[in-house]
């Protein structure tokens, strides 16, 4: 069984509640967030990294999973957030979030966006590109002010994840390759401007890794870059930060590292390489999303059909699908799940669970052994906690999914689900 989940009278609880009781409750499909197990995820960042390793910080990437709920969360564990867009900056404003612990990231701002980065006061931003800096400079300097930025660098590292979710490889869209020419180029205009302030550098080099051998890669040549620019510019970074990508269990395959055996091992290699390389060790900074929410949720839909097409398939179809979880057709994503009213019932079936919508892609789980099914069922998909609520549409009209937060045993609505008229309600013709 996953985290926070426990079987009780033939059904599956979760964070102490039953998700029967749920779904009956809140309908389907329902994104359920278990806020004990965020807030036991940002505890151990704290335990297991910051209060571990002297001069640390860490930042929520909201872009798993954010609502002004989970904004609030984040600040009263301490943590500070990443934001990519202005909508999360907005959100994370609203939410009362302290803006001088935000970063705001993303290769393609707005200058919309970096007005907005600059009037709120953001801690930070991280700097993709050379218009990006000459904007923001001029941005700011119209403001009377000095932005404190890092640039997001491209170690050349392959990550060894899904080609859509690793960034760090050379040709990524992502950074600023280490080329010397290019290298030149930014350092030089940025220590020379007057509305920015260089505090550092940074990098992500992908997204679900289970091992930590990309991570320290990528620290060692963004080291050897870090010590040509001190040798060449005198400037020397206060602040690395080393972005996220831990990875999560969805299937019983997944042995992912824990946090502390991803984080001691790259702090030690910061340290190490710092040494060796004459450079002050700088503030070091962690950036996780999926790793925080993503073993915290659980999708529960009702089956609304079981179809056997005789000696080829079962297939189950449930009242939701790739407008709620689109990571099975944009990544080839795996998943588990068991009937949540009948979790003790012997599972000798072999279903594909299908979506709902027009779109022969829209598969969520291909081959899961089941108990017997019957529409009216409902089934608990696991590990949904990052990047479903996030990247959910509307394809099909399909009303987005309510979310319920779950605290041991208790529950309450957090965000309502969509209703027809919303689907609607923009349409001015
Ligand atoms: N920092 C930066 C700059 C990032 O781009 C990302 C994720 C993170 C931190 C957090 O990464 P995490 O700890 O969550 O792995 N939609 C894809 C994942 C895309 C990740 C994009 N960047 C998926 O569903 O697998």
């Not at 960042?45 to 999973?65: P, Q």
């Not at 403001?143 to 960034?167: A, C, K, M, N, Q």
């Not at 030089?188 to 890669?217: C, P, T, Y």
């Not at 099975?328 to 000798?348: C, F, H, K, Q």
């Amino acid at each position: 069984m996953m985290p926070g989940m426990e079987k009780r009278n033939d059904h599956l609880f979760f964070d102490g509640c039953d998700t029967v009781e749920l779904a009956r409750i809140y309908g389907t499909p329902l994104y359920v967030m278990s806020e004990t197990l965020i807030r036991e995820r940002l505890r151990e960042v704290r335990t297991s990294f910051l209060e571990r390793h002297r001069n640390t910080f860490a930042v929520y990437a909201s872009k798993a999973f954010q609502t002004l709920e989970m904004c609030r969360i984040v600040e009263s564990e301490g943590l500070g957030l990443d934001v990519v867009s202005g909508g999360e900056l907005y959100a994370a404003k609203r939410a009362g979030f302290p803006m001088d612990k935000v970063f705001f990231h993303g290769n393609s701002k707005t200058v919309d966006e970096l007005v907005m980065a600059v009037e709120l006061g953001v801690g930070r931003v991280v700097v993709d590109n050379l218009d990006e800096l000459k904007t923001l400079d001029g941005l700011a300097r119209a403001r009377g002010r000095r932005v404190p930025i890092l640039f997001r660098l491209t170690p050349g590292v392959d990550s060894h994840t899904h080609e859509y979710v690793s960034t760090g490889q050379l040709d990524s869209k992502f950074g600023i390759p280490l080329d010397p020419t290019v290298r030149d180029e930014y350092i030089g205009a940025a220590l020379a401007m007057k509305g920015v302030k260089l505090e550092g550098f940074h990098f992500h080099i992908g997204s679900q890794l289970l091992v930590r051998d990309s991570h320290l890669k990528a620290i060692e040549i963004v080291l050897g870059f870090m010590c040509g620019v001190k040798k060449d510019y005198g400037f020397e970074a206060t602040d690395l930060n080393l972005g996220g990508g831990f990875g999560v269990r969805y299937t019983r395959q997944d042995e992912p590292e824990s946090l502390a055996g991803f984080t001691d091992a790259m702090v030690a290699a910061v340290e190490g390489g710092c040494a060796r390389f004459g450079l002050a060790r700088p503030r070091i900074i962690i950036e996780p999303g999926r790793w925080i929410v993503g073993e915290a949720g659980i999708t529960l839909y009702t089956i609304n059909s079981v179809k056997e097409i005789p000696g080829i398939k079962n297939y189950i179809g449930v009242d939701g699908g790739m407008p709620d979880n689109p990571r099975p057709a944009l990544y080839g994503a795996r998943y588990e799940a068991v009937l949540a009213n009948s979790i003790d019932a012997e599972r000798t079936e072999l279903y594909t669970v299908a979506g709902k919508c027009c779109e022969t892609g829209d598969i969520l789980i291909r081959d899961i052994s089941l108990p017997i099914s019957e529409a009216g069922d409902i089934l608990a998909v696991f590990t949904t906690g990052a990047y479903n609520h996030s990247m959910a549409s509307n394809y099909n009209r399909l009303p987005r999914p309510a979310v319920v937060m779950t605290a041991a045993g208790r529950h309450r609505l957090s965000v309502r689900r969509e209703t027809f008229e919303d689907l609607v309600a923009r349409e001015l013709g």
